[in-house]
């Protein structure tokens, strides 16, 4: 039986989860919904389905809905996720929620603490985890393939020229290079930034961030918003004592690198996935199978509490920059 799914702001990235659902054999689009009403009611007439212009409106009309995509965006594209997550949570229905989970850290651990009161799975799109490629990675560093691990290097970068707020680039962007780092690193303990505005502008569009990790492994963020393009969207090198690996474009190149042999493992397009395009797919899918199999919400693959998790390094970055200092977590 396909889980019911309405989703919740209709704009670029709702559409590309809708897009997902519809090829998705295990979801059935049931509600779109918009405070915009001729955003929703296009993507009404899109999926035949109805459309409602407020989340009140959708849950009263007494149509079976499963879970809930939120796709609002808002101040530092997190502005406006808490009040329609807040909605869905109270009426005990899963959320999978855009990235940042918030711009406001209170906001985020209201909504994680909800989510954990009600017993209801909530979760974040942190997409970049999800791809064949890392989760092969994944499982050499479980296996313990790469030794003890001792270093993180990741950079992560686009073109935005987004002015909209000094802190926009680290908000914005790095839950996504952070929840990498995190997912083979663990968690944080320490954080040190340095930002820098890019040629003509007024926001801190670059960053050197340095991680501290309880395991012990030093990690380095590299980040910003005046490159991308020809230069990539992200690299992660994560180094170990008996092996590194280094993972391109989150999914397209994984080479395993032994540290006492001149042989290298590539893998190129692993599991067919090609680009960043695909990953929303993947996430989206296993969000959805997770769901199916009655997923333990303290078990969620990219979580609200991971959301929550990279939003607070975030701001310790941001606190350092400010302090000139180290911030432990
Ligand atoms: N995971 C990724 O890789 C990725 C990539 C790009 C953007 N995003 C995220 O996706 C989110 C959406 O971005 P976008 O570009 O589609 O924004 P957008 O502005 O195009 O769309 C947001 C929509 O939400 C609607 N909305 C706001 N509050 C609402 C509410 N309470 N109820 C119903 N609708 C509401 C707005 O009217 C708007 O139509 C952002 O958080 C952004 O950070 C994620």
């Not at 594209?77 to 808490?82: E, K, S």
């Not at 994680?112 to 209801?120: D, E, I, N, S």
């Not at 695909?278 to 969620?300: C, D, M, N, Y």
């Amino acid at each position: 039986m396909s889980i019911r799914v309405a989703i919740v702001g209709m704009g670029n990235i709702g559409n590309v989860h809708a897009g997902c659902y519809v090829n998705d054999p295990l979801a059935e689009i049931v509600a779109v919904c918009d405070i915009i009403p001729e955003k929703a009611d296009a993507a009404a007439a899109k999926h035949g389905c109805p459309g409602f212009y407020s989340i009140k409106d959708m849950l009263k009309s007494g149509i079976k809905i499963d879970a809930a995509s939120v796709c609002s965006a808002g101040v530092e594209n997190g502005g406006d996720h808490y009040v329609p997550t807040m909605e869905l949570l109270k009426a005990g229905l899963p959320v999978l929620g855009e990235k940042p989970i918030s711009n406001n850290l209170d906001h985020a651990r209201e909504m994680v603490a909800l989510a954990k009161k009600k017993r209801v799975p909530y979760a974040i799109d942190l997409n970049h985890r999800f791809t064949p490629a890392a989760r092969l990675a994944k499982k050499w560093v479980d296996e313990g393939r790469l030794g003890q691990l001792h270093i993180i290097n990741m950079t992560m970068w686009i073109n935005n020229p987004n002015e909209s707020s000094p802190w926009f680039h680290l908000r914005a962007l790095h839950p996504h290079s952070l929840d990498v780092m995190r997912y083979y690193c663990g968690p944080a303990k320490s954080v040190q930034a340095f930002l820098m505005k890019g040629k003509g502008r007024a926001i801190w569009s670059n960053a050197q961030v340095n991680i501290l990790y309880k395991s012990g492994v030093v990690g380095h963020l590299t980040g910003s918003y005046d490159a991308g393009g020809a230069f990539g969207l992200e690299r992660c090198e994560v180094v170990g004592s008996e092996g590194r690996f280094v993972l391109d474009e989150a999914c397209v190149d994984l080479t395993f690198y032994d540290r006492r042999s001149p042989m290298t493992e590539t893998y190129h397009d692993l599991g067919g996935m090609t680009g960043f395009g695909e990953t929303f797919a993947s996430r989206i899918h296993r969000w959805l199978w997770q769901l199916s199999q009655g997923v333990k919400p303290s078990e969620v693959d990219g979580s609200g509490a991971d959301g929550l998790e990279v939003q607070s390094i975030i701001e310790a970055a941001i606190k350092s920059w400010e302090t000139r200092g180290i911030v432990d977590l």
